[in-house]
Structure formats: structure tokens, C-alpha cells
């Protein structure tokens, strides 16, 4: 079946089986890396991206029903400057082995945009096998705040990162 996704900004035309997921399709045809194939079963985090501004595990979503624009990890940053969620793992030493890096930093930013209380809760989805808990929870609230400051500089009418 003949695909059109939008990935990172990018629209891409791709072949696929109808049964594909959208992460073996990101990997495997369009060689988008960050997605991590984890579980396979929806139950890591490793592969969350973003449809439409909404985290979803890739590994359970069919290809073919992506009717929406799908974000990575690597079309967070902009131009040279990283993401606020990014800056903020690595200011806070966020990740260790890395594997569920890209993962817990798609849920990260979809709790810094919903503004969300719990962020533990939210996170939950996300496992890290090196327990650095206490800094991706961390790095969350330190985006948290960058992203409310730069909020206030656009009421400003200041230039910000994203505009």
C-alpha cells in the first residue's frame, strides 16, 4: 500500500505492508532512528513520537491509519538550538545507556505542553532501565520553567527560540 506521511515537516511517500507500524516504517523504510523498538508490546515508551502534537507508541500504531503530521525526536530541535526538553536532559543528566532517551523526552514534551501536576504519573508509560528517574522528573521541571519564560517573552513581544 502507497503511503504519504508527514514526518518532521517532511512529506514522504513510502510502500508498505497494511500491517506495518508506524515505528518499523520510520526505521525500516524512511531510516528515522530516534524510535526506539523496545517491548514491541506498548509497554517501554521507546517508541513514542508524536501525531499531531500527541504522544503514541509506534510500535502499536499501523502505519496506514497516520493520517496526521508525526514528530521524532529529531525534528524537536530547530535549526542548531536544541528543544528546551532536550537542553534540559542533558543540563540534568537525564540519561544514562540512552536507549529510552528519545522516548522519555517525546512523553516529556507532551507533559511541559499540558502543563501536567503529576509528572510522575504522566512519565509512567516510560521505562528507563537505569533508573535515572529522579533526573528526567528533573529535566521535565526544568522545561517546565524554560517553557514558561519563554511564554512570558512572547506576552513581551520578545524574540524567543521558537519565534
Known amino acids: 500500500m502507497d503511503l504519504s506521511l508527514e ?37 517501554c515508551g521507546a517508541c513514542t513520537v508524536h501525531v499531531d502534537g500527541r504522544p503514541v507508541l509506534s510500535c502499536l500504531t499501523l502505519a496506514a491509519t497516520v493520517q496526521k503530521p508525526v514528530t521524532t525526536v529529531e525534528g524537536l530541535a530547530d535549526d542548531e538550538s536544541l528543544h528546551p ?17 528519545s522516548g522519555q523526552i517525546m512523553s516529556a514534551v507532551a507533559a511541559v505542553e499540558q502543563d501536567v501536576e503529576d509528572v510522575r504519573e504522566f512519565m509512567s508509560g516510560n521505562i528507563c532501565r537505569c533508573s535515572a528517574y529522579p533526573n528526567i522528573v528533573a529535566a521535565v521541571e526544568q522545561a517546565r520553567g524554560s517553557e514558561q519564560a519563554q511564554g512570558s517573552a512572547k506576552a513581551r513581544g520578545e524574540k524567543t527560540r521558537q519565534g
Open 7 to 43: 514526518i518532521n515537516g517532511r512529506t514522504e511517500e513510502l510502500s508498505v505492508d497494511p500491517g506495518v507500524t508506524l515505528l518499523d516504517a520510520l526505521r525500516e523504510k524512511l531510516d528515522v532512528t530516534g524510535p526506539k523498538k523496545g517491548c514491541d508490546r506498548g509497554q
Open 85 to 101: 526538553v532536550q537542553r534540559a536532559f542533558l543540563d540534568q543528566d537525564a540519561l544514562q545507556c540512552g536507549f529510552c532517551t
